[in-house]
């Protein structure tokens, strides 16, 4: 299923301490002090990455996440259910926190939460922006979002040609000192290179596994452990959950929601979704997930709460969805206590309250990654590199452009 309907909870505009406090002019004339943290200002890297930043020019970001989607120009970074790469999803949160997404969502893992956090506080030094939602995905049974490849190396044949190593869109199979691909990761950091499949670069897209003509990958399911998200979604920092769940097994849903308990009244929003679909294998995806918004739109019963398109969404996902009615056609107005009142809408089929970008969005700016990396070692900080903080960030903006500035 390519869209995801979200049930807001205990909705607040101030969480963590943070309200709406974040202003990025369209026109970036980023010259008022109070548009920079005082922390940045101590610090001359953030500087560098600053004047930098200063020649792009950022989204409007005026909106809480909950607002955009009341106007239907939500954006969510996907990072992937199943990736655990802490030190690309740090550098990718943070450039995406600095093109205005309102929500990053990741894998329901201590450490990958705190790195996502890592990176929108590391954006939030360079610009002062609002925060955006983080969200964690789980799962109440199998589903192909948690799985990861697998294949012992030793057992391939010398004269493989390892296409397996060429399909991987996450660069996660690699032949320790023998990558074909010529990534080099710094030996120095603690992301060594390792034979066969680096498993938390592998998000399970099952790529590899039809193209090993020695039928030697096998792919690995797991469930995430509910007791350890309760915990996770206690901390202050985890705003939002998405369960993936295929509909068909109520009790298994009972239960996961059951050990969850009363953590869940700590979120603000929680989805659901189901089938994946990847955006980055090119413009057929994204037909077949805006079609599936169009036989939505004729549904006489829907989902209730706000409905997300998310994958197969690509650079060419806003224009489909435009041609269809099926974005941005509502207006809201809004109070200043934070109500909203919809001052008109202009489509009965207006039914998208925003996209998520997964695969797509993490191959256009993991290519910058992957350049800076390759100069500069595997555990590189994007914002210590702003010639490429630059570069991974107008390839985020031609994606959350479109989105935001209408
Ligand atoms: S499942 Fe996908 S991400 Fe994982 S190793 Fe295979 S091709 Fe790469
Ligand atoms: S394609 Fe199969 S046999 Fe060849 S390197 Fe990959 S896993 Fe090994």
């Not at 294998?281 to 037909?287: E, L, Y």
Request: aromatic fraction near 6%; proline fraction near 4%.
């Amino acid at each position: 299923m390519a869209v995801r309907s979200f049930c807001t909870t205990n909705i607040s505009t101030q969480h963590h301490g943070y309200a709406a406090k974040f202003h990025v002019s369209s026109s970036l004339s980023l010259t008022n002090s109070h548009m920079w943290s005082s922390t940045t200002a101590r610090n001359s890297k953030n500087k560098c990455a600053q004047s930098l930043v200063n020649t792009v020019v950022l989204p409007s970001i005026s909106s809480t996440p909950l607002e955009s989607l009341h106007r239907g120009n939500w954006i969510k970074l996907i990072c992937g259910a199943s990736f655990e790469d802490v030190v690309d999803i740090r550098n990718l949160s943070l450039v995406y926190t600095l093109a205005g997404v309102d929500c990053i969502d990741c894998a329901a893992d201590a450490s990958v939460v705190s790195a996502v956090n890592e990176g929108i506080e590391a954006a939030r030094d360079i610009v002062c922006l609002r925060r955006p939602w983080v969200m964690i995905s789980v799962n109440d049974d199998k589903d192909l979002h948690f799985r990861k490849a697998e294949f012992d190396p030793e057992d391939c044949p010398a004269d493989c040609s390892r296409p397996c190593e060429s399909v991987c869109p996450a660069n996660a199979i690699s032949f320790q000192g023998k990558s074909t691909l010529g990534i080099s990761y710094n030996t120095e950091a603690p992301r060594v290179l390792k034979d066969g499949v680096i498993t938390e670069r592998c998000y399970g897209c099952g790529r590899c596994l039809p193209v090993c003509p020695y039928d030697k990958i096998r792919e690995v399911t797991y469930v995430r452990d509910a007791i350890t998200t309760a915990d996770l979604i206690k901390r202050n920092d985890v705003d939002a959950m998405e369960i993936h769940t295929s509909g068909r097994q109520s009790t298994l849903f009972k239960e996961l929601w059951s050990a969850l308990g009363d953590s869940v009244g700590n979120l603000r929003l929680i989805a659901l979704d189901g089938r994946p679909m990847s955006g980055d294998i090119g413009r057929g995806a994204t037909k077949e997930s805006i079609g599936f918004a169009v036989q939505l739109a004729k549904a006489k019963e829907r989902p209730p709460g706000f409905l997300q398109l998310a994958g197969g969404t690509n650079a060419h996902t806003i224009d489909g969805l435009k041609k269809e009615g099926l974005f941005q056609t509502t207006i809201t107005e809004y109070s200043h206590d934070d109500t909203s009142t919809i001052s008109s809408s202009d489509s009965s089929h207006a039914l998208i309250s925003g996209i998520a970008y997964g695969g797509y969005a993490r191959k256009i700016v993991g290519r910058v990654l992957r350049s800076m990396q390759s100069q500069h070692g595997g555990s590189a900080s994007v914002e210590d590199h702003p010639e490429h903080l630059l570069m991974a960030l107008k390839e985020a903006l031609a994606l959350v452009g479109p989105v935001k500035c209408l």
